[in-house]
């Protein structure tokens, strides 16, 4: 399913306009093929403010692995990688071109208010 230019551009500034909290994980399938995690760079206009986003927000990519042919497309990113475990990613128990990703947030909770 292709997506248009103006759908880009209004989930784009969606994203944006998250408030990014000090605990934050943001999971989703973003099908940004054109990323060069390596380098963090894109030729492509949407992918790059995408990547502007996680930059401007200190945010950690934890998937490293591939799940698209050669593309890392599903993604977890948050700002609290130190209480995250290493996800695992294994194949999906029904029809999908999708995997599942498997990890751990480990946060204690605060202590009641008085």
């Excluded at 759908?7 to 500034?13: G, K, V």
């Excluded at 990323?35 to 492509?44: F, G, H, R, V």
């Excluded at 700002?79 to 990703?101: E, M, W």
Aim: with cysteine; glycine share 2%.
């Amino acid at each position: 399913l292709a997506i248009t230019q103006e759908a880009h551009y209004t989930y784009l500034d969606l994203l944006e306009s998250i408030k990014i909290q000090p605990s934050t994980l943001i999971l989703c399938d973003f099908n940004y093929p054109t990323i060069e995690w390596k380098t963090y760079s894109s030729s492509n206009m949407n992918a790059q403010r995408f990547l502007n986003f996680i930059n401007a927000n200190a945010l950690d990519k934890l998937i490293d692995t591939p799940m698209g042919g050669e593309n890392i497309l599903d993604l977890v990113l948050t700002n609290i990688s130190s209480y995250c475990s290493t996800p695992t990613v294994s194949s999906c128990l029904v029809r999908s071109d999708h995997k599942v990703i498997t990890f751990k947030v480990t946060i204690s909770p605060e202590p009641p208010a008085r």
